[in-house]
């Protein structure tokens, strides 16, 4: 959770948290054993439950917590831990000091430029620090492209035109060229999970929460909006059809990056 407009809904957002998570305890166990780190960082924190988890790991370390999102730091808070939350956009963050570990669950992939902001977040970790980061391989999903397709037909094309959603990852290869500039013990990887979601218009719902954020900001008309999501809940009820027990599946792949830092 980094960007800054539109607003984050915590609870659109946590209706789908255990599917939501999966990713993130896969990366998390992959940190090295040894690690030990008394400077620590989630970057794009959201509701703050994997900082909160960190600190319980390492309770001895200074964890912090940064997002754009003031609803999302509000819940992050109520969980009444010893945690540093701070308001504000990993665009622009700069570490006081030297950091062990850097996490980045879900929250790299709304930034521009990966090549640039990875050489600038590796920079920022302490020798033998680690960077963590887990990204949605979204852009090419069915459900983003049955996204921006409806997007650009209809009444709502003219207001839609121009709304920046996820851009495409780099592939792998690029991602581990870009750590190896000052990195090693690099571990790059893909899965690609079946969620199994639950609800009616499931698919739908859980873009709501994440991609769909840009254009529901920029229908500004109710009218225009509602028949925006029916047409889009249409195409991704036909693409993504409910099972008799109730179960949507819906593939989706997420790139993991795992490094240290010489």
């Not at 996820?166 to 790059?188: F, G, N």
Request: net charge negative.
């Amino acid at each position: 959770m980094t960007d800054t407009s539109p607003a984050w809904d915590p609870l659109q957002y946590s209706r789908f948290e255990d599917e939501r998570d999966r990713a993130a305890h896969d990366l998390l166990a992959r940190l090295p054993d040894d690690l030990a780190p008394k400077e620590i960082w989630d970057l794009g924190c959201g509701a703050g439950q994997h900082a909160v988890r960190l600190k319980r790991r390492w309770p001895e370390a200074r964890v912090h917590g940064l997002d754009s999102s003031a609803a999302m730091l509000a819940q992050a808070r109520a969980r009444d831990a010893d945690v540093d939350w701070r308001l504000g956009d990993i665009a622009g963050w700069t570490p006081e000091r030297p950091v062990d570990l850097i996490l980045a669950n879900a929250s790299l992939h709304w930034l521009p430029d990966h090549q640039a902001l990875l050489r600038r977040l590796t920079d920022g970790l302490e020798p033998r620090g680690v960077i963590a980061v887990q990204m949605p391989m979204a852009h090419e999903t069915r459900h983003h492209s049955l996204m921006r397709e409806v997007a650009a037909d209809g009444p709502w094309a003219a207001a839609l035109a121009g709304i920046g959603t996820v851009a495409p990852l780099l592939e792998p290869e690029a991602y581990y060229a870009v750590l190896a500039r000052s990195c090693a013990e690099i571990d790059v990887w893909s899965t690609t999970y079946l969620q199994a979601l639950s609800g009616p218009d499931a698919v739908l719902e859980w873009m709501k929460g994440t991609a769909l954020r840009p254009y529901l900001a920029a229908l500004t008309d109710e009218v225009t909006r509602r028949a925006y999501l029916d047409a889009l809940g249409g195409r991704l009820s036909s693409a993504f059809p409910r099972r008799p027990d109730g179960v949507t599946p819906m593939p989706f792949p997420r790139l993991f990056l795992v490094a240290r830092r010489r």
